[in-house]
């Protein structure tokens, strides 16, 4: 087995027990308090996983597998779609699917790992790179939806606040 195969996959399948931990254990309101005006909260990040997971990596590397190009992806319509579950419902969605791509992705080969696809916005992409990202992705919004749920602690922290300085929205520099 090719070792991104396996990094990969374990990535991919420890995504939703972390959520299903955290939704099963923070209450409601913690994990939709946004941290910032326009930022995500931890429930809008696992909102994205779920349509992620619906309409963005398996389609695609069925359409790089089967030699077909795909579309480009517009994450606010996509969230739209999934917005009326509440946590409960979002992470059953989630582990649901995601056993479904688990499954999907054990019969990738290392040689398809090479096969290509074109996406209308960043042209040629390879399988590879696209499971590369797809790991990335599960990390990335998981990050994003602890450090929603940091925020509050940090604000609560007094003169150990300082220690938090790299996730502290309130006082980050504007980007």
Known sequence: MDELLEHAGS????TP?????LTATVRADLLARRPAPGEWSAVDCLRHLVAT???VFPVRVDAILAGRDFA??????????????DSEDLVTAFGQARARSLQRLQSVTPDDLRRTGRHPDLGTVTLRELIHTWAGHDLMHT???ERALLQPFIAGSGPWRGYF???DVERLPEA
Not at 77 to 84: L, S
């Open 11 to 14: 990535i991919l399948s420890t």
């Open 143 to 145: 990050v994003q939806g």
């Open 53 to 55: 997971e619906r309409e």
């Open 72 to 85: 480009a992806y517009d994450p606010d319509a996509a969230a739209a779609r999934v917005a009326a579950e």
């Open 17 to 21: 027990s972390r959520w299903r931990t």
């Open 165 to 167: 300085a790299d996730h």
